[in-house]
């Protein structure tokens, strides 16, 4: 079985930053395209990055210049660095394996004054 053990999430205040760590066991790590997703209460769940194994990015614009996805194939492990934290970027964070369809079990990122 795939899993995907995410930590790093909790309660930071603006302009503060985070980093999420998500590990993927039970599967080869480097075939996957991995991404991280948020999803906060009453809206859908988007893509804030991916990452190829190549080291190939992607952002969505509004964390663009702020987020870092990185990952290191040796230690089967994809992060997420958050600088500048907004209000708006409040909402539970999930680490995905794009090409395998797996999710992890989210972790909460609470930005707040």
């Known amino acids: 079985q795939v899993q995907l053990v995410e930590s790093g999430g909790g309660l930071v205040q603006p302009g503060g930053s985070l980093r999420l760590s998500c590990v993927v066991s039970g599967s080869i790590f480097s075939i996957y395209v991995m991404g991280w997703y948020r999803q906060a209460p009453g809206k859908q769940r988007e893509m804030v990055a991916s990452i190829t194994r190549g080291g190939t990015t992607n952002y969505a614009d509004s964390v663009k210049g702020r987020f870092t996805i990185s990952r290191d194939n040796a230690k089967n492990t994809v992060y997420l660095r958050m600088n500048s934290l907004k209000f708006e970027d409040t909402a539970v964070y999930y680490c995905?394996?794009?090409?395998?369809?797996?999710w992890g079990q989210g972790t909460q990122v609470t930005v707040s004054s």
């Open positions: 995905h394996t794009i090409g395998g369809s797996y």
